[in-house]
């Protein structure tokens, strides 16, 4: 089992910028790719992102894609999350999950840690 927490969440104004980030624990060594979810009030949890182990390669959905970036600091065990040019339409609680391999990630799939709290994201107009 991964432990995860999630942070960096807050309130921002359309167009302004925020980095997540979260940090996992316990079997970190069995969890080679990561990625980040998102839902919003109403809503089914849906895929956001997600990075392999080296970093080397990286999935969105669409409707991220050119303004967020995932990375990874595997000596801090951490994933992070640099949104840019946010939207009202991505306002939600933001969490974060691990799976073996990046396409389980994407689908939501063999996923290895429990949803924690999330971090909550509101952007305005």
């Known amino acids: 089992q991964v432990q995860l927490v999630e942070s960096g969440g807050g309130a921002v104004q359309a167009g302004g910028s925020l980095r997540l980030s979260c940090a996992a624990s316990?079997?970190?060594?069995?969890?080679?790719?990561m990625g980040w979810f998102r839902q919003a009030p109403g809503k089914e949890r849906e895929f956001v992102a997600a990075i392999n182990w080296r970093g080397s390669s990286t999935t969105y959905a669409d409707f991220v894609k050119g303004r967020f970036t995932i990375s990874r600091d595997n000596a801090k065990n951490t994933v992070h999350l640099l949104m840019n040019s946010l939207k009202p339409e991505d306002t939600a609680v933001y969490y974060c999950?691990?799976?073996?391999?990046?396409?389980?990630?994407?689908?939501?799939?063999?996923?290895?840690?429990?949803w924690g709290q999330g971090t909550q994201v509101t952007v305005s107009s």
């Open positions: 999950n691990a799976a073996p391999k990046l396409a389980a990630v994407a689908a939501a799939s063999a996923l290895l840690g429990s």
């Open positions: 316990g079997r970190t060594s069995s969890t080679p790719a």
